[in-house]
Each structure stands twice: as structure tokens, then as C-alpha cells.
């Protein structure tokens, strides 16, 4: 079967990789992505050449590795596909996977990636109490 | 506890707020601030003991009064966060000071969007940031001269708010010259660009700024232009630079990595106002290599220098109390819009200070 391979959609996406943490910008639409430490190395191994296949592989040999992985994997790199942040590359060379399992374990073996339209979003998700115009004030 | 106040509600709280600051705190230091020719701000100082340092560090962004500034920014004392929100705000939620948790009111506007509008730590702690329409209003406490270096920082959010211009930006950056051709530096903090500044400045260049400054491409070409008269080094390079630094006044150290304050109004000569940015240059310190240098980037680096840029920027202006009608996103695509037009460069800095800046100086005359 043919391995997955992939690389960065350089037309549109461009990133930085500092302190372990990986900021990705679409440069048409402004959104921007962050990726979790796990999925920062994933990510940086997907752009190395590796195959998603032999990504998983080496995964899957760190122990305490959840036996849904695969599942948690698939989602990370069909998210990195839809937001058009990585292409598939025609060529397949044999990379040699290196993760470290510490940065896998610290993030409970699930590579994220998350798109930020702005930050203020995420307050959003608040319960909201209305006050009503008169509610709570009494002009003096 | 979040609160979202309907237009006449949100009117009557910043009106009472008005009252409050004004009824509590009699002596008001003035100030009006001229940011890059692009937008006129006013700043009230209720707060005792900072007209000084405040004035020090818009000093070369001072202009005389106008009737209609584009936005007013408040500052007092406040030592009762606590109650705050009851007690000034008259928003009577039930909430428990003890959750340590931030208040967080929003408000709607004519286009029935929610808009942050306050942010309280009933701590105290980080005090009470309020925005409503062009007006900021910052309640804070413990403010020495020294740590204004910290909590100052929040104007820079607000200025950030109020430049939010079709074709201008406040970005996180530095920007230096020579004969009318000025690089943007694009760092993230610790990338080297205050220092390179800064030893350019004091070897003569042109001057915008080390870490804040106005882009606006409005007139076609991107120019740049500064808001304070600040700089910040670490003490290793303050030692460096000692004998250079005579026109420079040291002010304090900043609680934000101990770093140290100078005003460099004495430079005033050399400071530059729309200054033109020719091209984007990226810093990286290699402290084992024996020169400096400068080489072109790929276009991935030059992607990688505008993340940082975008991104150190975001990072310093993110403030959730404070409202603007425009996402994160917006700016990021305006900021890319404004430097994607520009070759895009890395310097490689050695520890030899003097030979950076002869590097740059080579570099200037050639683009």
C-alpha cells in the first residue's frame, strides 16, 4: 500500500516553530493555527518527509500508548489537510522517525492542532448573564 | 462572572465611571500624544506621582492640545477592585471574590456584536481595564516609577486598539536607517533586535524604535514611525554600551526581565517620523561565529519572520479586556499585506557589537 506523505502548502502557509510550540499563519485569510508540543513534532516529522504510517509505527512502540492512537493521529493530520497547512508530496523516501516519547506522554498522546480566528472567541464559551437596561442601575 | 450590557446600560456605567474618577481624584495631569500623524490621543492622569514618567516616555510624541481627540485613555489609583464592580459599575451580580476569578463585561454594538468591554481582577492584582468606543480606562494600584515599566506596558495595548487602521498597524518591532532607507527587525523578545537597535542609534543611524512602532502604508510605500522615546537593554549589554550611552538618561529597572530603562529623548537629532522600511531583516545571534553577516532569506524564512512579527505582536496587544472591531486574524492579514512586498533578509549577529552594526551600515548602502 502506499504511504501517506506530505509537506507544508508553502503558496499559503507560513510558520514558526519556537520553544517546541508551532504557530502556522494562512497568509490569504489571516487564520492562524497552533499546534500542542505532540502535535509540534508530528507536524515537524510529517515536513522531515516521514509517512504518517511510519509516524504512527514509531508511536505506537512508546509504552503507555493509548490503543486509540491511530484514531488521534487520523484527526491531527486530516485537520493539518483541511486547513490546507499541508499537501501530499509525490515522493516517498524512508525517513527515520524520531519522536520524543516524553513530549508524546506530557500531551497524552494526542496531537492537536487549534485555528484562532481571533482569541477573544474562546470567551465566547461563557456562560453569559444579560443585564437588562435598568437592571442593577439606579441613576443617582 | 461575564456580564454583556446593552448600548444605554453601558453609556450609563462609563458615565458614572467618568464621575467617579473625577469626584475621587482632583489633580488631572494632561497629555496629548501624536501617534505617526495618524491618529490624536488624549491621556488623563489621575494617577499621583506618573505625569512625570509618562511625559518622559511619549516625550518626542507630544503635540498641543486638540479639541476632538481620536481617543481618551484614563488612568487613576484604584485600591478597591474588590467591590468594583458593584460599588462604580452598579452591576449588581452575585460573584465570589475568593473564585479569584476575572470579571469579564461585554457590551453590544450597533451591529449587535458583542465587544469586551471591562476586565477586573477582584484581586487587584492587575487592576481594572475598562475600553469603551475610543475611550481606555486603566484603574491600577502600586505603580513606582519602576514598575510603570510593567504596568505601563497596558497603553501599549490600548495604542494598539487605536491604531487599528485600514492601512496602519502598532507592531512589535524595531526599525533602524541611514540616509532615508530603514530595515524592520523582526524578532520575537531576546532575538537580539533591541541591541542591534540600540548600538546603531548610538553609532549615528536613523532611529524609529527597538520594540514598538507605527507601520502605515497608506501612501503606497510602508513607512514607519515611533511612539515612545524608551529603550530597554539587559544589564550584559548596559555594560557593553556604557561609555556610548552619554546622552542617555537611565530611569529604572523593569520588573519585566529585570532589564534596564533609559529614555533616549537626548537623540531627538536622529529620531525619524515616516521613515521608509526598505526591507525586513530577521536577527539570529550566533555568539561562536567570528563575523557577522547578512543573507538573503528563502521564502519559508521570510514566512517564518513575518509569524514572528505577527505573532510577538498578538502576544503583547491580546489583552481580553479590550475591545476593537477587529480580529486577530484582520491584522495578521494587514500585516502581511504591508510586508510581503519586502525582500526579506537574515543578519547573523556575532558578539562584536561594533561589527554588527558595520554590517548593517554595509548592507543599508546596497538596498
Known amino acids: 500500500m502506499e504511504k501517506k506523505c506530505y509537506r507544508l502548502n508553502e503558496a499559503k502557509m507560513y510558520v514558526d516553530i519556537s520553544d517546541g510550540t508551532a504557530i502556522i499563519i494562512n497568509s490569504v485569510t489571516g487564520i492562524y493555527f497552533g499546534l500542542n508540543s505532540f502535535g509540534t513534532v508530528v507536524f515537524e516529522r510529517i515536513l522531515d518527509g516521514a509517512a504518517i504510517e511510519d509516524i504512527a509505527i514509531f508511536v505506537k512502540q512508546v509504552p503507555g500508548v493509548p490503543d486509540n492512537f491511530d484514531d488521534s493521529l487520523g484527526v491531527f493530520v486530516k485537520s493539518l489537510i483541511e486547513n490546507e497547512i499541508i499537501i501530499p508530496r509525490d515522493d516517498y523516501s524512508s525517513v527515520t522517525v ?43 | 462572572m461575564v456580564v454583556s450590557l446593552r448600548t444605554p446600560s453601558a453609556d450609563c456605567r462609563i458615565k458614572a465611571l467618568k464621575s467617579y474618577i473625577t469626584e475621587t481624584f482632583t489633580n488631572v495631569d494632561v497629555f496629548y500624544v501624536n501617534l505617526g500623524d495618524l491618529r490624536t490621543v488624549r491621556i488623563n492622569s489621575f494617577y499621583p506621582g506618573t505625569s512625570g514618567i509618562i511625559g518622559r516616555q511619549f516625550k518626542l510624541s507630544l503635540t498641543a492640545p486638540v479639541d476632538n481627540p ?36 461585554f457590551h453590544y454594538n450597533d451591529k449587535k456584536e458583542m465587544l469586551p468591554m471591562a476586565s477586573i481582577d477582584p484581586a487587584g492584582k492587575w487592576g481594572i481595564h475598562i475600553s469603551y468606543n475610543n475611550e481606555y480606562f486603566f484603574g491600577l494600584d502600586g505603580l513606582g516609577p519602576e514598575t510603570w515599566f510593567k504596568e505601563g506596558h497596558y497603553f501599549v495595548q490600548a495604542l494598539f486598539r487605536i491604531l487599528n ?54 501612501a503606497g510605500n510602508l513607512n514607519a514611525s515611533p511612539v515612545y522615546s524608551f529603550v530597554a537593554l539587559s544589564p550584559i549589554m548596559y555594560e557593553e554600551m556604557y561609555d556610548d550611552l552619554n546622552k542617555a538618561h537611565f530611569l529604572g529597572v523593569s520588573p519585566w526581565k529585570g532589564k534596564y530603562v533609559f529614555d533616549i529623548s537626548g537623540y531627538e537629532d536622529q529620531f525619524r517620523r515616516h521613515y521608509p522600511v526598505k526591507a525586513l531583516l530577521f536577527p539570529e545571534i550566533d555568539v561562536d561565529s567570528p563575523r557577522p553577516s547578512i543573507i538573503k532569506c528563502s521564502a519559508a524564512e521570510k514566512g517564518k519572520a513575518i509569524v514572528q512579527i505577527a505573532h510577538s505582536t498578538l502576544s503583547q496587544m491580546g489583552f481580553k479586556g479590550f475591545s476593537g472591531n477587529q480580529k486577530d486574524s484582520e491584522f495578521i492579514r494587514k500585516t502581511i499585506l504591508m510586508l510581503n512586498g519586502l525582500e526579506c533578509f537574515r543578519i547573523v549577529l556575532s558578539k562584536n557589537l561594533d561589527a554588527n552594526v558595520d554590517c548593517l551600515s554595509n548592507f543599508l548602502k546596497q538596498i
Open chain 1, 98 to 140: 524520531s519522536i520524543d516519547a516524553e513530549v508524546a506522554e506530557a500531551d497524552g498522546f494526542v496531537p492537536i492542532c487549534t485555528a484562532y480566528q481571533d482569541v477573544q472567541e474562546l470567551l465566547f464559551a461563557d456562560p453569559i448573564h444579560e443585564v437588562e437596561e435598568d437592571e442593577g442601575w439606579k441613576p443617582e
Open chain 2, 70 to 105: 481620536d481617543a481618551v485613555i484614563w488612568l487613576w489609583r484604584e485600591t478597591g477592585c474588590n467591590d468594583f464592580i458593584s460599588r462604580v459599575l452598579r452591576i449588581k451580580e452575585d460573584y465570589d471574590p475568593r473564585m479569584g476569578d476575572w470579571h469579564e463585561v
Open chain 2, 165 to 218: 487602521l485600514r492601512s496602519s498597524s502598532l507592531v512589535h518591532g524595531a526599525c533602524v536607517g541611514q540616509d532615508g532607507a530603514g530595515v524592520l527587525l523582526c524578532a520575537r523578545g531576546g532575538g537580539g533586535k533591541s541591541t542591534l537597535t540600540v548600538k546603531a542609534l548610538l553609532k549615528g543611524f536613523e532611529y524609529v524604535s527597538d520594540d514598538y512602532l507605527i507601520l502605515d502604508s497608506s
